[in-house]
């Protein structure tokens, strides 16, 4: 099992800025695909944004400028920089490595972050 450690949420003003980071620490051969994903009370999980090894970024369309998502292969770490706040970002933040491979005959496995809250509130 490989803890995938986040940080950076916390309560926000609508219009500020967040920047949430997710580590995978240890040595890890590769990680594929990297993302985060949100849960707001009541609501399924859904993506916000992902990144391939070679940073390749995608978006929800409803995050798309206000988001950037970024990595670092050497520290095994993504990031989520969230500026322009709305209400409706509220909800946990989920970090999700796919494709985790410890050495190079590890089998590949995908693992979940433990969550971050993000409230978006005045």
């Known amino acids: 099992q490989v803890p995938l450690v986040e940080s950076g949420g916390g309560l926000v003003q609508p219009g500020g800025s967040l920047r949430l980071s997710c580590a995978a620490p240890?040595?890890?051969?590769?990680?594929?695909?990297m993302g985060w994903h949100r849960q707001a009370p009541g609501q399924q999980r859904e993506l916000v944004a992902t990144?391939?090894?070679?940073?390749?970024?995608d978006y929800a369309d409803s995050v798309k400028g206000r988001f950037t998502i970024s990595r670092d292969n050497a520290k095994n770490t993504v990031y989520l920089q969230m500026n322009s706040l709305k209400p409706e970002d509220a909800g946990v933040y989920y970090c999700?490595?796919?494709?985790?491979?410890?050495?190079?005959?590890?089998?590949?496995?995908?693992?979940w972050g433990q969550g971050t809250q993000v409230t978006v509130s005045s």
């Open positions: 240890g040595s890890i051969f590769e990680i594929g695909l």
């Open positions: 999700r490595a796919e494709g985790l491979r410890l050495t190079i005959i590890s089998p590949r496995r995908d693992y």
């Open positions: 990144i391939t090894e070679a940073g390749l970024a």
